[in-house]
Each structure stands twice: as C-alpha cells, then as structure tokens.
C-alpha cells in the first residue's frame, strides 16, 4: 500500500507557522531539513500538502514511472501535488535550495481557485524544469522574500505569502513552451463545461447564498447530458468520479468557512444545501476525518 505523509513529516515546526485563521505554510531551506525529513522523501509516497520546490545537486525525482534527473550546479523547480505518489532519491548526499508547502486550506477564503485548479499541479501543464541561470535568480528570490516574511510579524503576512505562491506558479507557466491547442474532444469539452459549472459556485461569500448544483443529476441536467455519460467522461480525463469531484471541492469549501469566517456551523450547513446541520457534519467527517467544530 502506498503510504501517505504529512507536513509535520517535513516541517515539524509548522504549528508554530499556521496562519491564524487557519491554514498551513511552510518555507524551508533544504539543507535545513531534519535526517528525518531526508529520509522521509526517499519513500514514495503521497503527501497531504502541495509543494514548490527549487532544488540544485545530483538528485532524481521519482513520478509516475518517470525519473527526472538533475546534475551537479544545475538547478531544477518542481511542483507537486496530493494526488500523485513521489519520491527523491539524492545520489551524493548533498541536495541544497528551498521548499515551500502548503494545504489546501492555506488560500485565502476570496479565491474560488484552489491548488489543483493550477495546470502546473494538476497536470495539466509542466511540473518539473530545468531551469537556466536568469531562470534560477528569479526563483530563489521568490523563496528569500517567502521565508523572510514568514518569519516576519506583519499583520497579513499570509496574503503575501500566498502572493509570492501566485508569482512563482505563474513564472514556472512562462517558462513552458506554447503549447498547442489541446485536442478538444467529447470528453474534454464536457469536462471543461462541468468544472467550469462547479467553480463558478465559489466561493461562498454571504450566510443566505446557497448552492444550485449538489448533485451529479444537477449538473448533467445543466449540461444537458445524462449523468452517467458525465461520469464517463470525467473519469476519462480526471480519473475521478462526479460525485468525488462535486464533494471534494464542497468540503474544501467547508474547510474554508470554518477557518476563516464567523459563521455559525449551521449557517454553514445551510450554504452547502444540507438540510440538517448533523447531516453536514456526518459527511464532513466522513471526508475529512474531523468535525467541523474540531477543525475549527
């Protein structure tokens, strides 16, 4: 079975970093990790966290049957998510540079983006890079300014970390060649059309707003399909079902409220379309592992 590690694996120290109102982030020097933490990364595995990472040293990652090499000064950048078990293996002992990781619940709740809406976690671009001298200044300059500020007692610090998460996404998009336009098929298009439905729900932003699409009949019926040929085609391209995708991304949302709203549980309840409150938190600790008053 594949193993699943946490980001107190990696930064033990991550308490004393959570965002007030909720959330994990870590900024690391790599040559700062733990023997613990080193060892941690030689075993595949998925991770509960995403991670930016800036490395340099004789190193190989290790995805989805691919390994990536990087040798000696050249310096790489790779992205990872929670979906996809990985590992490092480094060759001479010595890997130097950053990291930067973060849950899901570190975005700031005014965003209906979250982190594997991003092509460079989702796959649906480049996750890994080799990157060029002027490529690698850019980077590491990102990581200074990510672990001075978080060490930094600013008020908002947390929405100028997640700032700095943004450019560095965005710069590693730049670097990726033009791609061609993506082979539209009926899968791909229905695919688009469904997230496209789902994210425009978010975020919540007021106690009466509520959800119109809970179920996978709501939103084949809003595509004008049936729901078994949604479900099809979302397997097809996401290899998750719709009904996976609808509650992920309900929860994530939930997690949300919690952590960064005043909302009463049952407001909450209410906004997601639950008609009891104890309905809501069943299903959220059925996802989540955790009670919504727990979490919060």
């Known amino acids: 079975m594949i193993e699943q590690h946490s980001i107190e694996t990696y930064a033990p120290e991550i308490a004393a970093g959570k965002d007030h109102s909720g959330g994990y982030f870590a900024a690391v020097r790599l040559e700062d990790f733990s023997a613990k933490s080193i060892a941690a990364t030689a075993i595949y595995s998925r991770k509960d966290f995403y991670k930016i990472s800036l490395i340099t040293g004789n190193a190989s990652y290790f995805l989805r049957d691919e390994e990536y090499r990087f040798n000696g000064n050249e310096w790489g950048l790779v992205f990872t998510n929670r979906y996809d078990p990985y590992r490092w293996e480094v060759h001479d002992g010595i890997c130097n540079g950053f990291s930067c990781m973060f849950t899901e619940d570190f975005l700031p709740l005014h965003t209906h983006l979250r982190p594997a809406d991003w092509p460079v976690f989702n796959g649906e671009a480049q996750s890994v890079f080799h990157l060029k001298d002027g490529d690698k200044d850019l980077f590491?300059?990102?990581f200074l300014k990510m672990i001075a500020e978080q060490a930094a007692g600013y008020t908002h610090k947390y929405d100028l970390l997640f700032i700095y998460v943004l450019e560095c996404?965005?710069?590693a998009l730049k670097l990726e060649p033009e791609a061609e336009t993506r082979k539209q098929t009926a899968a791909t298009r229905l695919t688009d059309g469904f997230k496209n439905l789902l994210s425009g729900q978010y975020p919540i932003l007021y106690p009466h707003q509520q959800l119109s699409l809970r179920t996978a009949q709501d939103f084949a019926d809003r595509?004008?399909?049936?729901?078994?040929?949604?479900n099809r085609a979302l397997k097809e391209v996401t290899g998750r079902t719709?009904?996976?995708l609808i509650n992920e991304r309900m929860m994530q949302e939930a997690s949300a409220l919690l952590l960064h709203s005043n909302w009463s549980v049952s407001q909450i309840s209410n906004s997601l379309g639950f008609e009891e409150a104890t309905h809501f938190t069943r299903a959220f600790k059925s996802h989540t592992g955790k009670t919504p008053s727990s979490l919060r």
């Open 140 to 142: 590491e300059s990102l």
């Open 169 to 171: 996404i965005h710069a």
């Open 223 to 230: 595509l004008a399909v049936h729901p078994n040929s949604l």
């Open 242 to 244: 719709t009904s996976q």
